[in-house]
């Protein structure tokens, strides 16, 4: 499966950081006047609140691989929802902000834009294991009412008897889907996770 390593920064609570006139755009109401409307995207231009979940998931700059951005095997039948309301998609995170998503996705095409490598094979959830897996990063919050804590460590204990390097961080009170766990105990996951 690939999948992008801030995929759930971006559909989750990612901080404060919301899109600036930094990078030449002019903002009209809070949102970049890129002009496309969903329409005519080339792989400079930029996503605002008011395009739709669909201008995400063939994006150019995401090369057919958008549709792995989103939350569900098959998102077909949320194409139409404008980004504005991307938080109805996601009911079991809490405190998604449109503004956020949106910059988190323009953060990502100018990455793209500067020639970097966004996407990564890297496998999530399963029940296999085997010394050949890529090392890995894991985090859980003991109450994810989502995710057993127990089969996360179940999973972390098999790929380290495997001899898969991996590191491994339980937080208490983050819940489920908190994304750079700002406020919560999982606060700074992300910077360990970058030098891990």
């Not at 920064?9 to 901080?15: D, I, K, M, R």
């Not at 998503?101 to 953060?107: A, E, K, L, M, P």
């Not at 009170?173 to 996770?193: K, N, P, R």
Request: proline share 3%; net charge negative.
């Amino acid at each position: 499966m690939v999948l992008l390593l801030s995929l759930m920064l971006f559909f989750t609570n990612c901080g404060d950081k919301t899109p600036t006139d930094s990078d030449n755009q002019e903002i009209v109401d809070g949102n970049e006047n890129n002009g496309n409307g969903g329409n005519n995207m080339n792989m400079a231009a930029h996503l605002t609140i008011n395009d739709y979940v669909r201008d995400i998931v063939n994006y150019p700059a995401f090369n057919g691989l958008g549709e792995l951005l989103l939350s569900r095997d098959d998102n077909s039948s949320y194409y139409n929802t404008p980004i504005s309301n991307v938080g109805s998609l996601m009911p079991y995170h809490g405190n998604v902000r449109p503004e956020v998503v949106v910059g988190s996705v323009n953060y990502m095409i100018d990455e793209v834009n500067k020639g970097k490598t966004i996407f990564y094979d890297i496998y999530t959830g399963q029940s296999t294991y085997s010394r050949d897996f890529s090392p890995s990063f894991i985090t859980v919050a003991a109450n994810d009412g989502i995710v057993n804590v127990n089969t996360v460590e179940r999973r972390v204990k098999n790929l380290r008897k495997a001899g898969v390097k991996v590191e491994y961080h339980r937080y208490q009170t983050a819940g489920h889907g908190f994304g750079l766990g700002t406020g919560t105990d999982a606060e700074g996951w992300l910077d360990l996770a970058v030098r891990f």
